[in-house]
Each structure stands twice: as structure tokens, then as C-alpha cells.
């Protein structure tokens, strides 16, 4: 099984138990995380319309549900609306809050909540990698040695790209935002973290360094080598 295959069946129902699907769930790190982030929001839907069951009546009785159980199915599925509006209206606040201006912060964030991505060692191999970057419809003209890992992930503007790449010091993280532009280049900076987010004609490059390497010839290297040929997201996240 493949990631798009993986992929196609988690949207259909979270909780399969196929053995083929768990196997690579279990050996796929991209799509370990999509299965994690299904199943929280799965978990949250339910308690928010979970509703408890009617004691059962006596056998041969007619079952009659209150007018009470009634007014709390409509107060749970207020509930419901109010949490989507909520997640809507969060939305909203953080591409206000981490604007062009601040994309340097999201960039921070994002690198921090994907940890997971900095422990691999094994180099990938380039069928590998462009399994993962094709059906994104990102390709390199030349592919830098010891990429790492690689894997989709959402920013604000829809997916883009996520690279670990092994530097001389340590790993440096990479990541291609389609439709995220910028004016000029930034610094991006952190605790140990250090690196650059530049424009690109499709929309903005991140390369950071988790233990100080010089990331400029990474960076240049990059820029002149990575094409996009997607169509930017009708719809910000």
C-alpha cells in the first residue's frame, strides 16, 4: 500500500482495521501523523455529539422519548455548530496573527510541532522521495544529498512541503509554501534554531538549521532547483 492509497482510505473511515493499512501506518512517519490527527478530530466530534442512550422500558411497552431528550439532541447539535464556528473563526485569527510579516513565527511553530521528522538517519532514495513529491506536483531539477525525510503538511494557505535535509552539523529543516508570499527575504530565528525564508514565483521558501549550519548554499541551491506546477488553494486554513 502506498501513501495515496493510504490516504484515500483514511478519509473514508479512520478506524479501519485492515492489516495492510496498519502496516503502513506503522512504518510511515507522514502518514502516522495523518492517521493521529484523523483520529483527535474524530474524538472530538463524537464527544460533541454523543448522545446517552434512553434506559430501555419495560418489554412490550411503547418506547416514548421526552420532550427533554429532544431539547438536549437540538442543544448538542447547537453545540456542534458552535465548535465549527469556533475552529472557523480560529482559523481566521491565526492567519491574522502570522500575516507576511510574521511568517517567520509560523514557520518556528510549525518546525516545533513535527519533531518526529528530525529522527530519521536513512538517506531517501529518489523513488522514494518522489513519491512523496509528486503527487504534491513538486519536482527537483537536482536533488540534494542526504534528504531524510519528506512529507506533506498543512500551512496556511492549503498543503505544502515539509524536507529534512542532514546538514554538517545536524538536520535542516526545509519547507516549500506554496502561496504563502512574502515581499523579501526574512531571517528566521529561534533557541537553537537559525536560517532564511525567501520568496519564490509560487510563493515562499523556508531553510533552517537545528544546529547552526550555514544554510545559504542549501538555500541557493533550492531556489534555482525546485519547481511547483499546482494551482494555489481556494481556501486559507
Known sequence: MNCEQFQNLLMEDPFRG????????????????EWRQAQEFEAILRAAVSVQPEKELEAGTVIQRSTGWWRQTWVRAASVLLLIGVSIAGFNLAQQLFSAENLPQLVVRHIQKEPEMLGRQRPLGEMELMK?????EFSLVAIPRDITAAAPCWIRKGRGMHLVVQGIHGPVTVLLMPGEHVPRAQNVAAVS????????EWGSMA???HAGDDVTPLLHSLQRDVRWKGMPASVSF
Not at 512523496?132 to 504534491?136: C, H, N, S
Open 207 to 209: 531553510v533552517v538549521s
Open 132 to 136: 512523496v513529491l509528486t503527487p504534491m
Open 193 to 200: 534554531l537559525s536560517g532564511s525564508l525567501v520568496p519564490t
Open 18 to 33: 485492515e492489516r495492510d493499512f496498519l502496516e503502513h501506518r506503522d512504518h510511515c512517519i507522514p502518514c502516522a501523523r
